[in-house]
């Protein structure tokens, strides 16, 4: 078989965007460790302090994930009292909202994510941060 066909791979861009991903993911959740939140987490409580209540698929639209992965990053948000999930007028829509508890902790996160945000943008060409939000923005 010839391998020299899958040459081009080597230059995939969903593999370099998804492992540039992982990277980003690992290095914001070692900034942000005190604070007890994953990015991830933090990111979610920050679309719902912005959004207010949200639908959860209007929520996982916005943060480009399945519905079944949004579910997951809730529930840890669930059980630590930072998020409440109620039925809306329609008993088939789950509506997300954050609580008090989900406040506070999202407000004492955010100078660790500050500081994050900081730091990446410092590592990365200018031009890779536009980049990279110009991309998500368009997704």
Same mark, same amino acid.
């Given at each position: 078989m010839n391998q020299t066909e899958f040459r081009e791979c080597d230059d995939c861009l969903c593999f370099a965007a998804r492992r540039?991903?992982?990277a980003i993911t690992q290095f914001y959740d070692r900034e942000m460790r005190d604070s007890g @939140?994953?990015?991830t987490q933090f %990111?979610? @409580?920050a679309f719902l302090l912005n959004?207010? %209540?949200s639908s959860v698929n209007q929520a996982a639209d916005y943060l480009g994930m399945e519905r079944t992965t949004l579910s997951r990053n809730l529930e840890p948000l @669930?059980?630590?009292g930072y998020v409440r999930v109620d039925s809306g007028e329609d008993r088939r829509v789950?509506?997300?909202a954050i609580t008090t508890q989900g406040r506070a902790a999202a407000r004492a996160a955010l100078p660790l994510w500050q500081q994050a945000q900081r730091a990446m943008a410092a590592r990365l060409p200018a031009?890779?941060?536009r980049t990279l939000s110009l991309a998500a923005r368009a997704a």
């Open positions: 540039a991903a992982r @939140l994953r990015c %990111t979610l @409580l959004a207010g %209540t @669930l059980s630590a789950k509506k997300i031009a890779a941060a």
